[in-house]
DNA sequence: CATGAATGAGAATTCATTCAT
DNA sequence: AATGAATGAATTCTCATTCAT
């Protein structure tokens, strides 16, 4: 059982909010310390300077996404199942936490080669997840003769756009049934035949 | 006819070429200046600060982009053929600049608002280009029933994310014929009926 | 009571030493800390920028000039003793301090508008200081039929430019009794009748 | 014969006319140079540097001022009359040239050390041509026992207080007929006797 | 002579991090 | 353990001056 420690969750908490919300440069450390009503030299009792204290917030936050995500999945019987189950949590996830994920994943790339070492490693997680899906779902021989990275590049970027603009630009954003339009679209295809 | 001026074209260079692989912030004007071989207060006799070079490097690339994958649709006849063309110079676009214009988008977003308006500006422009070929293609019935806006955000999000990854992990990319995969997986579906 | 705070005071004092030495623009952020033995950082804990760290200086000086002057007036009964008063704590003041607030008054109309603004409050301070009792004076009738605001410039402005030269050329400064005679000369006239 | 010189007249005009108004600091020399509708190399032709355009300026007007001052002077024949005359020629160039003269004298002693020497050099011009008259006027046995320097100082400095005022302040400043006030005021005292 | 593009020394300011209390 | 005053390395930007044309 994780030890309990109220200071360091206000620290992570309020830097998640303002990281995801302002990027890593916008955000002072002094921002964060006022957010979490505490004081600036407490945060270096818990992190060892701000880029760690991004690190573990992005680490934190992906941890619960991924764990969150893997077992609505696990949930889900077929690779259909389990890909509309990845669709739905991921637009339910951006709702509720808005978009925080989204947001430090685009903020990440611009921060630095270490940073992006661990971006790269959450980013595959996600990405093996899916593709474990459509390589099952080829093997239960369900699909056409997909390649199954293109495919998960395509359903992940789809719906990672349609996040994205959903955050960015709220007046256009999808509506609930578009998931379906899009979930329909991604496995029967645009084309008439 | 424009006047030539080499000076801020080594800049303009210079200031692309770091600002895309190293993002804002990493990058110093010293650098920048270094690069482009001309003194520090060079760069100030053309641009009002940092910023406005930064701005002024995304808008060059950004409208040669658009110009160039503009042209190449408006030669193509059929909705299914600009499609394609869309897909095949994005990833031309991609070899030959490294990836420039995908890595400034994502790096703009993590630098203020100012900078997010133009962004938000030229990326409505790029989905607007291929939502108006999406509802060409509806009003000719090529298409099934989809919602052409969410059919452009997938499209653009699957093709963004490739090229994204193809920057990031360069050993993993896509190969010549992933694009007739995905091309096809987005219009013909990925399911077997 | 107010909190007494150390650093913030040598900072002040510096300030005060070096821009009435030295101008405002030959005056360093750097050397102001260098003397005031405190990090650079430090001088922007206590005040915004530069520019608001001359104004502190300035009100402070100024104040403690008139507080100082002020009270010694009070203390005398009839115009001429007040007059008289003025004239000698002025010298006083002036050798004491070194001509501070007459070498900050003189630097600070060179130094924009903002700070122009200020001066101009605390010399008309100053300036009602010496026409209330020219004022007082002629209701007292005890002055020749003198315009007060005429009167006062003159007043002022003869004793300015006496501690002026005084601070500029230490040698040809004036002598203590010449203070007598300048008293004497304003009253009663330079010319045999 | 001096040989006459347009691009050097327009340049030290410019000169003059800026560094009064906005003083030494504030006065960027692409700002004389652009004023003067002439290169910004062409003012290092005539000048050595911004410093040498600033005392050139100087020297300038205040050899004129002198010239004009000392000319008016010599043709008057009593020390009273002298006086006077240093009185309204005072003030009448003050009204021509914007007070230039006194604002330049202003800005000087906030600007190092050598533009001082060159300050007090022409300061101490003006200061003997009125303690001549102080002295002529003792011999003469018109003036009290009076010590001429104190004379002179309180003379000059009610003077330029005055048109120092006059300048800064346009609302308060002085009448015409306050020059007449003035006068008697310093010759015949403040006081009933 | 005249010019203005090019330059870099120099200055103000920011902010992550330290450390004495 | 918690704090925030103190710090200075690092960065942007300015502007007097030079010099090739």
Known sequence: MKKLNLKRDAIM???????SRDGFHKTKVIDISNHAKVGKGT???YFRNKEQLYMESIKYVFELYQT???KAIDDEKTPLDKL????????????KYGSVVFALMKDMR???MSMFDTLTEYENKDIELVLKIFE??????????????VATN?????IRFHMGNKYIK???HIEDNDLEYLFNMLLYGMIKE
């Open 154 to 158: 395509t359903f992940i970027g789809a």
């Open 110 to 112: 611009s921060n630095g």
């Open 68 to 70: 969150y995500i893997k």
């Open 43 to 45: 945060i270096y009792q």
């Open 170 to 172: 709220p007046k256009g």
């Open 13 to 19: 908490n309020s830097a998640i909010e303002l990281f």
């Open 136 to 149: 099952d779902g080829l093997k239960e021989n369900i699909f056409k003769d997909i390649c199954p990275r």
């Open 84 to 95: 509309k189950k990845y669709l739905y949590v991921s637009d339910e996830l951006t709702s």
